[in-house]
């Protein structure tokens, strides 16, 4: 079964920097899109960024580009997100997800981003 | 951008019914379309990948159809843990969007 754990969400002032991490149990990480996807809060779900299996493309929706990075390191098994410039919209829970065959099927629990001064 | 627009927004459905859920797109996906359940408290499941494809565990009772631009998620014989937001996904080009979701409750 895979597990994906998700890390780093905490309160952080407007304008301010931060990091996501998202660990994943499997040996398939290396071979696998990853996705990140978030939900406001009371709020639907929506897609923030996919990375390609090494690393080499990556997607973003238009409401973060320029302020997010999506990356990851196959040698950890771990994805990361850095999120810069962060506005109270952004206040999100953000979960990362594995793509298999082009769908986000494996979905971690989540980790919660509020962003407040 | 392609737009999902699912309807209705709430469904209140007795236990044993039948519930369709509908999920409309702007432009065509042609069959790039998936179904996720999400639970209070907790991350989205999928259910239904590429418009009629059954997710590994889940129960025949949940069953997709649609191409193109009209979508349907078909749960037949509802039971109680049904209960829960239903969200439609379209993969067919950038950027991935969802729909803004369908509340099922059962009665």
């Known amino acids: ?117 | 951008e392609i737009v999902l627009t699912q309807s209705p927004g709430t469904l209140s459905v007795s236990p044993g019914e039948r519930a369709a859920l509908s999920c409309r797109a702007s432009q065509t996906v042609i069959n790039f379309l998936s179904w996720y359940q999400q639970k209070p408290g907790q991350a989205p499941r999928l259910l239904i990948y590429d418009a009629s494809n059954r997710a590994t565990g889940i129960p025949a009772r949940f069953s997709g159809s649609g191409s193109g631009t009209d979508f349907t998620l078909t749960i037949s014989s509802l039971e109680p843990e049904d209960s829960a937001v239903y969200y439609c996904q379209q993969r067919s080009s950038w950027p991935i969007t969802f729909g803004q979701g369908t509340r099922l409750e059962i009665k």
């Open chain 1, 1 to 117: 079964e895979v597990q994906l754990l998700e890390s780093g969400g905490t309160l952080v002032h407007p304008g301010g920097s931060l990091r996501l991490s998202c660990e994943v149990s499997t040996f398939t990480f290396n071979n696998s899109a990853m996705t990140w996807v978030r939900q406001g809060p009371g709020k639907g779900l929506e897609w923030v960024s996919t990375i390609g299996s090494n690393g080499g493309k990556t997607y973003y929706a238009d409401s973060v580009k320029g302020r997010f990075t999506t990356t990851r390191d196959n040698s950890k098994n771990t994805l990361y997100l850095q999120m810069s410039s962060l506005r109270a919209d952004d206040t999100a829970i953000y979960y990362c997800a594995q793509r298999v065959l082009g769908v986000e099927r494996d979905w971690g629990q989540g980790t919660l981003v509020t962003v407040a001064s």
